[in-house]
């Protein structure tokens, strides 16, 4: 006979906000428009847990998501369906009335060199998330953060057009409907767009010179660059109800410490 | 002549919520009720950026640090007075209608063995933000995370009272007004004391057992230590105003996965 | 014209002895004994550098790899070969007497639930390098870390049977020639029945009840974990020749910081 | 009455190479020259472990450290002193051949912003080792690991000028006897001087065109920059017996990726 100690009455009834698993690895085969993804995301899954409920049954938060993953051969058409399923999964297994994952993954992605028009594999991190709220339908969260670089136009203007440059990341992240949520690939091309430059796994020489002209070209600080990710953002995902929000992070080369912008649009597509 | 790059309008017209550097290295000394402490702070200083002007004058957010900082031989009474001065001298160099200045680091303690009564060291994270809005009194958010363990009630009372036992992680972080924050240690003594047992960086045989022992008296779930943050926080500073959060990590010695409990609770005292 | 820099004279006649790119993402295929793995490895490709030329083309190391791996729907047969061919294909391209390939990556494999017989995914850490020294048959190098655990012996011999549990990480690192070098699974099975036990993705209870008295009945300090290591590879890869490299690392859960094992063996197998 | 578990004999006959603690705090002063240095080491102290005892005595490793560093309150003379303390206080409580003590920490150092002349604080990374062998004197092992830059001297050969610029780490490690080891910041400087231009933690924007000029007028590879860190290296501690390595790592502007040059020289100072 089992004794189900997450059924007892905790100590202190306290609500708690998120109770669950986080750190677990999986496997999932995504397919859009042709393109197949194999994808490693960190898995975390967590459910409200009200005062006089002790604990959650952790083994079944992992098996919603064993369940719809078994089948390591199954092509799913999107993450964002695969988090969908697994909540819902979950709903028939426990009771919650906010149940929310995530996933966080490295997201592969060809590219083509500027002059050469060779062809890359370029890679970002991206986070995302769904939440099933009680009465509410499906939200999701959507990140992507992409290499680019920054030329500083305060130190051109100053200087006889010599300037410092340095690598930089750009975030986009954006919370909508299913409906609303664009796909990586369209985020992606909102960062790179916002940056002096692209950035590239392979340039050769006239690759190089070509970029490095385009950057001096594009003198842009990192509130530049922050800026234009949410106005390009705001543009190509004007048809939707998105909430977004940008981060440009500057690793400078005259100092050891970085330079940060953050800021937040928000779009009402009709 | 000096051209102001920063004063010049944005090509778009954006208001960024945050502004600054991140991943600076300082050094501060403090001393409290006759302790001192030697502090290497990772610190991020931002401000916001109105929609009209096109950046922020970075020299100056560091200037305002080492200005403050630059006696390395200055003790000061506590980090969020230093942080209270940098926002106040920043606000002299530059306009802004809200700044926040933020501290990450390590923070050493000392602590007893439980029997052979040995002195050891201890360290935790701390991290420490302070806010200065325009027409608001300063707001102060200080998060500690502590490492101590959980043992499984659940499966001690479905096996024979054997159960597994791992490293956990517990935090509490605190909002509120600078008479409200409390002190480091007392938040430290909160979170040790919601754990299956304190952990120590020496045990001889008779602490080992000792503890080992008091482990197996107190199983614990992760949801349960993050209650015991909460309630212990709620009751020790009953007599302060304060929003605060915790959260428990578990490393669960049977999975390669962690589980983790959130909550919150708010004190209202008078 | 092009101006070669890298075929300048230095101006300190210092031989390098790697000179390369790191932190390079890509994509590969690989299926073996009929299972497919797809694996985003983070490159490290480097080489020597003689005393009297400036500089590496380092777009030719990126090239030696983007034109092996440019056919994303290419399935290798393992990574060792994946290897071999980008190595080779950079001697035709850049002189050098030592070059050396690495991949850092994650590597899923499936498992099953003790006694509910659930299948499971788990995953663990792998790093993989070849090297090609002038005149030498290809050398390998393969670590594999794996998440399981430790039981503490002498608190439990010391303390009526109770004890204190925690996570541990496994290491097993060959280094052999390319007929020696076994596959990952072999390596991840040795270092998986060195612990006090297992761990998995999914334990329902009764899976959870029979690990837990496995590890009590199998208690083991982070030495004993190391030399089981080491005894269970120069057993199952007697038939080799390698030299073997182990590390056993306990998350001591009444500690703050963590316990180390580590020794090396090597096989003649004949 | 105890049982000594470290003291039966292993299942396994296998000589370990080093078994202790890792990852433990603690807090050091130090005092050379007239500059204090509050350092808060993370600590690694391993012995070896001989193929017939099962275990090593964990908590005397711990104490022969809190034992040297109990008073916080003692200034040491330097780290090696510290190290060469602990060995030897270590070598009275457990049998071994060969013990190593290792601290990793942050630096910090004070530096003069090139025009504007205001003083700054800078902060770098250090590792610090002590070995004892039985029957040799003691070695050392010191690597610094300072923040700078690289500019590309070969895009600006063949691109009228233009270039990337990035930041870049330099590392030195050194090795030899007590006597031989230079102090941290000698070989901060040998490093930072082997850059295009040192970093500093604020420029007000006379300094920032002053570095910007003098980053122009010394394009380096990263080739260049482990070459410089090597021959400064050579002719700073010529009188000295060392064993010198030397790793540049490019944190490319243009790529994702980072690019590296690695190296060795030795003095024999007579």
Same mark, same amino acid.
Request: aromatic share 6%.
């Given at each position: 006979?089992? @004794?189900?100690?997450?059924?007892?009455?905790?100590?202190?009834? #306290?609500?708690?906000?998120?109770?669950?698993?986080?750190?677990?690895?999986?496997?999932?085969?995504?397919?859009?428009?042709?393109?197949?993804?194999? @994808? +490693?995301?960190?898995?975390? #899954? !967590? &459910?409200? +847990?009200?005062?006089?409920?002790?604990?959650?049954?952790?083994?079944?938060?992992?098996?919603?998501?064993?369940?719809?993953?078994?089948?390591?051969?199954?092509?799913?058409?999107?993450?964002?369906?695969?988090?969908?399923?697994? +909540?819902?999964?979950?709903?028939?297994?426990?009771?919650?009335?906010?149940?929310? &994952?995530?996933?966080?993954?490295?997201?592969?992605?060809?590219?083509?060199?500027?002059?050469?028009?060779?062809? !890359?594999?370029?890679?970002?991190?991206?986070?995302?998330?769904? &939440?099933?709220?009680?009465?509410?339908?499906?939200?999701?969260?959507?990140?992507?953060?992409?290499?680019?670089?920054?030329?500083?136009?305060?130190?051109?203007?100053?200087?006889?057009?010599? !300037?410092? &440059?340095?690598?930089? #990341?750009?975030?986009?992240?954006?919370?909508?409907?299913?409906?609303? @949520?664009?796909?990586?690939?369209?985020? @992606?091309?909102?960062?790179?767009?916002?940056?002096?430059?692209? !950035?590239?796994?392979?340039?050769?020489?006239?690759?190089?010179?070509?970029?490095?002209?385009?950057?001096?070209?594009?003198? +842009?600080?990192?509130?530049?660059?922050?800026?234009? #990710?949410?106005?390009?953002?705001?543009?190509?995902?004007?048809?939707?109800?998105?909430?977004?929000?940008?981060?440009?992070?500057?690793?400078?080369?005259?100092?050891?410490?970085?330079?940060?912008?953050?800021?937040?649009?928000?779009?009402?597509?009709?």
């Amino acid at each position: 006979m089992v @004794i189900d100690t997450q059924n007892e009455r905790p100590k202190h009834r #306290i609500q708690l906000s998120k109770v669950g698993v986080k750190n677990l690895k999986t496997f999932i085969v995504t397919e859009r428009s042709g393109v197949r993804h194999h @994808i +490693l995301p960190e898995v975390e #899954i !967590t &459910i409200d +847990l009200p005062a006089d409920l002790k604990g959650v049954h952790m083994s079944r938060l992992v098996e919603s998501m064993t369940e719809e993953l078994s089948d390591q051969f199954r092509v799913h058409s999107s993450l964002e369906e695969v988090q969908i399923k697994v +909540l819902d999964g979950l709903s028939e297994k426990h009771d919650f009335k906010r149940g929310e &994952i995530k996933f966080d993954f490295e997201f592969g992605y060809t590219s083509k060199t500027p002059v050469s028009k060779k062809r !890359t594999w370029e890679v970002c991190d991206v986070s995302a998330s769904t &939440i099933k709220e009680e009465g509410r339908p499906f939200i999701h969260e959507v990140e992507v953060r992409v290499i680019g670089n920054t030329v500083c136009p305060h130190c051109m203007a100053n200087n006889e057009g010599l !300037t410092h &440059i340095q690598r930089a #990341i750009g975030s986009l992240r954006v919370k909508g409907g299913t409906m609303d @949520i664009p796909n990586y690939g369209a985020m @992606i091309e909102v960062v790179e767009s916002s940056f002096s430059s692209k !950035t590239y796994s392979l340039l050769k020489l006239e690759d190089e010179v070509h970029v490095t002209k385009a950057m001096h070209d594009n003198p +842009l600080l990192v509130e530049d660059v922050c800026r234009n #990710i949410l106005q390009h953002a705001r543009e190509r995902f004007a048809d939707r109800n998105l909430e977004m929000f940008a981060e440009a992070r500057s690793l400078e080369s005259i100092h050891k410490h970085d330079v940060i912008a953050q800021g937040r649009v928000v779009t009402n597509g009709e």
